[in-house]
């Protein structure tokens, strides 16, 4: 008989370097300290609704217009980026994590994770999670295109670290 571990999205090292520990891992941690609310709100995140547009896709909450506004908001973006259909994706599939970062209602920076936001190897797994479930929901939707999912500095003039989601084309 053998016995074989498949590693999920995270990490577990991870855990290590948190600033307050709740429970004994990771998975004792979200059950001791996330509230429903933010549990949904971070599935939302994960798990997103997406829009097609055309031939285009989008994560909707980065692409607001629907029915025809939206295909007026495509046609004046393929103008901007002069027809270049991976530019359009990506100037509205790209998401600055710096945002987790931000209140809205205060307009600042909160020090929420500050620390570890300066942790490469802790933005790196917060990262590389997104990036897997953005890219099974877009291979769910969208078996046929070629979704990429992929992160760096300032894609399409976000401030910082940015992911980005677009359609590969040939």
Known sequence: MEVKLIKGAVDHSVYNQFNLYKGCDLFNHFCLGVNIEDFLATVNILWPDMIQVGEYVFLADLFEERGEEAIKAVRKLEEQFQGNKIEVVQWVNSWSVYDYFWDVNDGEYINRDSVLYDDEHMINNFC???????????????????????????????????????????
């Open 128 to 170: 590389k999670v997104i990036k897997y479930f953005w890219e099974k929901r877009a291979k769910e939707l969208f078996p046929d295109e070629k979704i990429v999912v992929e992160w760096g500095d300032e894609i399409m003039g976000e401030l910082g670290l940015t992911l980005v989601m677009y359609q590969k084309r040939e």
